[in-house]
């Protein structure tokens, strides 16, 4: 079964720090992935996606992610974070089905 | 250009009645998915609808849980006999189609609190 890791479960920054948050998937085949994040009392909404081509993906608010086939891993990344990007960050990924596997989040407090 | 609605936002019942969830997704999406996060948690899938029907009901837990989609619109999600272990926030979501390919536009979620 087709499954996600996010290893940090909590991470605390302080603003202008660098940002990486590690996604590793289990799957074999092709493979859509996604990172959402949940702003603190708001909606999911999508960061950005990979679906196939360049496996560097840049998505809103300065967000990008890598997609790494041989290491099964779609990490988030951003050079220098706000306090505005505390949330809970979802990875994800999608099955033939169209439905979201995702992994169990990482909650990053940005420091002011 | 409304979004995906849900109600109600929370629900606190006792153990033992029904509930209802209702799913209001964006106008012309035909995909529709209900998801389940528990505390701590991400998203769990539970059903998905193309149309009116059920494509997929691979993740509810067991058959207390139904959801419908009628008119290929709104969608239920429906608990009988709840359990304290059905406390979670149930989300809904959805998307012009199932390719794979389609972003999923998800609600604010219901909470749901089983005393």
């Known amino acids: 079964a087709q499954s996600v890791s996010q290893h940090n479960h909590h991470v605390i920054l302080s603003e202008a720090a660098s940002l990486e948050l590690g996604c590793n998937y289990s799957y074999g085949g092709t493979v859509n992935l996604f990172w959402y994040v949940q702003y603190p009392g708001q909606h999911l909404q999508l960061l950005l996606k990979?679906?196939?081509?360049?496996?560097l993906v840049k998505g809103i608010k300065g967000f990008e992610a890598e997609f790494i086939k041989s290491k099964f891993s779609f990490n988030l990344r951003k050079p220098s974070v706000q306090w505005s990007d505390t949330a809970e960050y979802f990875c994800?990924?999608?099955?033939?089905?169209?439905?979201?596997?995702f992994g169990q989040g990482t909650e990053l407090s940005v420091k002011p | 250009g409304a979004g995906v609605s849900q109600t109600p936002s929370n629900k606190v019942t006792e153990k033992g009645k029904y509930v209802e969830l209702r799913c209001d997704p964006i106008s012309g999406h035909t995909a529709l998915y209900w998801y389940r996060q528990s505390l701590g948690q991400g998203p769990e899938f539970l059903i998905y609808?193309?149309?009116?029907?059920?494509?997929?009901d691979s993740g509810l837990p067991n058959d207390r849980f139904f959801a419908v989609r009628p008119e290929g619109s709104v969608s239920t999600l429906k608990i009988q006999r709840t359990e304290r272990g059905d406390s979670a926030v149930y989300l809904c979501?959805?998307?012009?189609?199932?390719?794979?390919?389609?972003?999923?536009?998800f609600g604010p979620g219901t909470r749901l609190t089983v005393l």
């Open positions: 994800a990924v999608i099955n033939q089905g169209g439905k979201l596997i």
């Open positions: 609808f193309q149309g009116t029907g059920a494509a997929d």
């Open positions: 990979y679906f196939s081509g360049d496996p």
């Open positions: 979501a959805s998307s012009l189609k199932t390719s794979g390919r389609e972003e999923q536009f």
